[in-house]
Protein backbone atom coordinates (compact mmCIF):
# COMPACT_ATOMS: atom_id res chain seq x y z
CA UNK A 1 0.00 0.00 0.00
CA UNK A 2 2.49 2.60 1.13
CA UNK A 3 4.99 2.28 -1.48
CA UNK A 4 2.06 4.20 -3.73
CA UNK A 5 2.86 7.25 -2.21
CA UNK A 6 6.30 6.90 -1.33
CA UNK A 7 7.49 6.62 -4.83
CA UNK A 8 6.27 9.37 -6.67
CA UNK A 9 7.14 10.87 -3.32
CA UNK A 10 10.64 10.26 -3.56
CA UNK A 11 10.45 11.01 -7.34
CA UNK A 12 9.31 14.49 -6.68
CA UNK A 13 12.39 15.13 -3.97
CA UNK A 14 14.68 13.73 -6.53
CA UNK A 15 13.63 16.33 -8.94
CA UNK A 16 13.52 19.40 -6.55
CA UNK A 17 17.23 18.59 -5.58
CA UNK A 18 18.68 18.41 -9.24
CA UNK A 19 17.04 21.44 -9.88
CA UNK A 20 18.45 23.54 -6.87
CA UNK A 21 21.81 21.86 -7.17
CA UNK A 22 23.11 24.40 -9.83
CA UNK A 23 22.06 27.30 -7.73
CA UNK A 24 23.25 25.70 -4.38
CA UNK A 25 26.46 25.22 -5.89
CA UNK A 26 27.17 28.61 -7.21
CA UNK A 27 26.90 29.82 -3.37
CA UNK A 28 29.83 27.40 -2.60
CA UNK A 29 31.48 28.58 -5.43
CA UNK A 30 31.17 32.20 -4.25
CA UNK A 31 32.63 31.10 -0.88
CA UNK A 32 35.23 28.65 -1.47
CA UNK A 33 36.34 29.45 -4.93
CA UNK A 34 36.11 32.83 -6.36
CA UNK A 35 39.17 34.23 -4.79
CA UNK A 36 41.23 32.15 -7.19
CA UNK A 37 39.16 31.78 -10.33
CA UNK A 38 37.62 34.63 -11.36
CA UNK A 39 36.82 35.49 -15.07
CA UNK A 40 39.65 35.61 -16.43
CA UNK A 41 43.02 33.71 -15.51
CA UNK A 42 45.11 35.40 -12.99
CA UNK A 43 48.26 34.30 -11.04
CA UNK A 44 45.66 32.70 -8.39
CA UNK A 45 44.15 30.36 -11.14
CA UNK A 46 42.78 29.55 -14.04
CA UNK A 47 39.34 31.10 -15.62
CA UNK A 48 36.89 28.69 -15.11
CA UNK A 49 35.07 30.12 -18.04
CA UNK A 50 33.91 27.17 -20.30
CA UNK A 51 35.73 24.43 -18.06
CA UNK A 52 33.21 21.79 -18.84
CA UNK A 53 34.62 19.65 -21.78
CA UNK A 54 37.75 21.82 -22.12
CA UNK A 55 40.91 19.98 -22.08
CA UNK A 56 42.83 19.39 -18.73
CA UNK A 57 45.28 22.07 -17.82
CA UNK A 58 44.77 23.58 -21.37
CA UNK A 59 44.23 27.42 -21.04
CA UNK A 60 47.20 29.15 -23.07
CA UNK A 61 46.95 32.31 -20.57
CA UNK A 62 48.00 30.08 -17.31
CA UNK A 63 51.17 28.69 -16.10
CA UNK A 64 49.84 25.07 -14.41
CA UNK A 65 51.85 22.64 -12.35
CA UNK A 66 53.55 20.08 -13.90
CA UNK A 67 51.05 17.06 -12.29
CA UNK A 68 47.97 18.93 -13.59
CA UNK A 69 49.95 18.82 -16.86
CA UNK A 70 50.58 15.26 -16.56
CA UNK A 71 46.79 14.70 -16.63
CA UNK A 72 45.45 13.78 -20.31
CA UNK A 73 41.57 13.97 -21.38
CA UNK A 74 39.14 16.71 -20.77
CA UNK A 75 36.84 17.96 -17.65
CA UNK A 76 33.89 15.57 -17.99
CA UNK A 77 31.72 15.53 -15.10
CA UNK A 78 33.65 12.37 -13.76
CA UNK A 79 36.90 13.75 -13.95
CA UNK A 80 35.49 17.69 -12.11
CA UNK A 81 34.08 15.31 -9.70
CA UNK A 82 37.72 13.23 -9.25
CA UNK A 83 39.63 16.36 -9.11
CA UNK A 84 37.16 18.35 -6.42
CA UNK A 85 37.00 14.99 -4.06
CA UNK A 86 40.80 15.06 -3.58
CA UNK A 87 42.75 17.20 -5.75
CA UNK A 88 46.46 15.73 -5.09
CA UNK A 89 44.96 12.47 -5.20
CA UNK A 90 43.32 12.94 -8.70
CA UNK A 91 46.82 14.98 -9.81
CA UNK A 92 49.63 14.86 -7.68
CA UNK A 93 51.78 17.82 -7.43
CA UNK A 94 49.02 20.20 -8.27
CA UNK A 95 49.01 23.20 -6.88
CA UNK A 96 45.08 23.48 -6.07
CA UNK A 97 44.81 22.26 -2.86
CA UNK A 98 41.38 23.33 -2.57
CA UNK A 99 38.66 20.63 -2.41
CA UNK A 100 34.91 20.08 -1.63
CA UNK A 101 34.49 17.05 0.83
CA UNK A 102 31.11 16.44 1.09
CA UNK A 103 29.66 14.35 -2.31
CA UNK A 104 26.16 16.49 -2.79
CA UNK A 105 28.10 19.67 -2.83
CA UNK A 106 30.48 18.91 -4.65
CA UNK A 107 28.28 17.65 -7.33
CA UNK A 108 26.27 21.41 -6.95
CA UNK A 109 29.31 22.84 -7.54
CA UNK A 110 29.69 20.64 -10.80
CA UNK A 111 26.70 21.37 -12.11
CA UNK A 112 27.09 25.23 -11.70
CA UNK A 113 30.83 24.98 -13.23
CA UNK A 114 28.59 23.28 -16.48
CA UNK A 115 26.94 26.74 -16.19
CA UNK A 116 30.10 28.98 -17.06
CA UNK A 117 30.50 29.77 -20.28
C1 LIG B 1 43.84 29.12 -3.34
C2 LIG B 1 43.43 29.27 -4.73
C3 LIG B 1 42.35 28.33 -5.29
C4 LIG B 1 41.11 28.04 -4.77
C5 LIG B 1 40.49 28.58 -3.48
C6 LIG B 1 40.48 27.15 -5.73
N1 LIG B 1 41.32 26.89 -6.78
FE1 LIG B 1 40.91 25.74 -8.43
N2 LIG B 1 42.79 26.05 -9.12
C7 LIG B 1 43.75 26.83 -8.50
C8 LIG B 1 45.00 26.70 -9.20
C9 LIG B 1 46.34 27.40 -8.85
C10 LIG B 1 44.76 25.80 -10.28
C11 LIG B 1 45.80 25.25 -11.26
C12 LIG B 1 46.35 24.01 -10.56
C13 LIG B 1 47.61 23.41 -11.19
O1 LIG B 1 48.19 24.00 -12.12
O2 LIG B 1 48.00 22.36 -10.66
C14 LIG B 1 43.35 25.44 -10.20
C15 LIG B 1 42.72 24.60 -11.11
C16 LIG B 1 41.37 24.31 -11.09
C17 LIG B 1 40.68 23.55 -12.10
C18 LIG B 1 41.28 23.02 -13.39
C19 LIG B 1 41.22 24.13 -14.45
C20 LIG B 1 41.88 23.85 -15.79
O3 LIG B 1 41.99 24.82 -16.57
O4 LIG B 1 42.31 22.72 -16.06
C21 LIG B 1 39.38 23.44 -11.70
C22 LIG B 1 38.25 22.73 -12.43
C23 LIG B 1 39.28 24.13 -10.43
N3 LIG B 1 40.48 24.65 -10.09
C24 LIG B 1 38.10 24.24 -9.70
C25 LIG B 1 38.02 24.86 -8.45
C26 LIG B 1 36.82 24.89 -7.64
C27 LIG B 1 35.47 24.33 -8.07
C28 LIG B 1 37.14 25.53 -6.48
C29 LIG B 1 36.25 25.78 -5.27
C30 LIG B 1 35.67 24.60 -4.66
C31 LIG B 1 38.53 25.93 -6.56
N4 LIG B 1 39.03 25.49 -7.76
C32 LIG B 1 39.21 26.63 -5.58
C33 LIG B 1 43.58 27.62 -7.38
C34 LIG B 1 42.47 27.60 -6.55
Do not use: E
Request: glycine share 12%; with cysteine; net charge positive.
Amino acid sequence: MTHRLTLPLALALALSAGAASAADGAKTFQLQCKTCHGAKSSPAGPSLAGVAGRKIAGLTDFTYSAGLKAKSGTWTDANLDGYLAGPMKFAPGTRMATGVANPADRAAVVAYLKTLK
